[in-house]
């Protein structure tokens, strides 16, 4: 069955930066457009970022453009999402699952994993 396990979040501060990766398993990994999306406290899950199966083209939020760079590694089923120059408006859950296509920004999958706390203080 389809599994996705996030990791790498953390408390930091304003202006900081944090790596995560999100490890799959149970579909063609490198067939599929992967995503990062993010839940904050009291709102609906948001899309970040997202990666081509390829790893060639990219597509972000405005919000982050510049700031977060999503990456892949095929050959160990990951996908990335370091963020840099980190602001309190980013501290959410963040999730990975595949996407309907790079600026979609809609998830492929109705699996979701435990996601990963990322909080920013100020």
């Known amino acids: 069955q389809v599994q996705l396990v996030e990791s790498g979040g953390g408390l930091v501060q304003a202006g900081g930066s944090l790596r995560l990766s999100c490890a799959a398993s149970?579909?063609?990994?490198?067939?599929?457009?992967m995503g990062w999306f993010r839940q904050a406290p009291g709102k609906e899950r948001e899309f970040v970022a997202a990666i081509s199966y390829s790893g060639h083209s990219t597509y972000y939020e405005d919000s982050v453009k510049g700031r977060f760079t999503i990456s892949r590694d095929n050959a160990k089923n990951t996908v990335n999402l370091q963020m840099n120059s980190l602001k309190p408006d980013d501290t959410a859950v963040y999730y990975c699952?595949?996407?309907?296509?790079?600026?979609?920004?809609?998830?492929?999958?109705?699996?979701w994993g435990q996601g990963t706390q990322v909080t920013v203080s100020s």
């Open positions: 699952n595949a996407v309907t296509g790079i600026t979609t920004m809609t998830s492929a999958l109705r699996s």
């Open positions: 149970g579909f063609t990994f490198s067939t599929y457009d």
